[in-house]
């Protein structure tokens, strides 16, 4: 369903851009998120952006430091993530839900649907 690239290993405080590229559906009609996964723990909701783009959701650890954002033409969402962070390592994931709000997919994984793709690493590493 989703196809996630754009990952690799940077140092603190360096950036990437992750990209999701949807097939047998169209992002613009979904909410769609980015989710982290680090071995030995749950997904966990990094950011998540609504049919119209507004108010799109941040967790605590990435706000003021990722930008999410969606290419309905090329029918993808990136997340671009700068000050990258140790913490911010692991493997990145995305997800859509059918008309949930941003903060209720990210944080409570509300409606999520299809099963999760292969993901990209992304490791953060001095």
């Known amino acids: 369903q989703f196809v996630e690239s754009g990952g690799g290993l940077v140092q603190p405080g360096e950036s990437l851009r992750l990209s999701c590229t949807a097939s047998?559906?169209?992002?613009?009609?979904?909410?769609i998120g980015w989710f982290r996964r680090v071995p030995g723990q749950e997904y966990e909701g990094v950011s998540c952006?609504?049919?119209?783009?507004?108010?799109?959701y941040y967790s605590d650890a990435v706000k003021g430091r990722f930008t999410i954002s969606r290419d309905s033409a090329k029918n993808t969402v990136y997340l671009e993530m700068n000050n990258l962070k140790p913490e911010d390592t692991g493997t990145y994931y995305c997800?859509?839900?059918?008309?949930?709000?941003?903060?209720?997919?990210?944080?409570?994984?509300?409606?999520?649907?299809?099963?999760w793709g292969q993901g990209t690493q992304v490791t953060v590493s001095s």
């Open positions: 997800a859509a839900s059918f008309s949930a709000p941003p903060e209720t997919v990210c944080v409570y994984y509300d409606g999520v649907t299809g099963s």
């Open positions: 047998l559906m169209r992002v613009r009609d979904y909410t």
């Open positions: 952006i609504s049919v119209n783009d507004v108010r799109p």
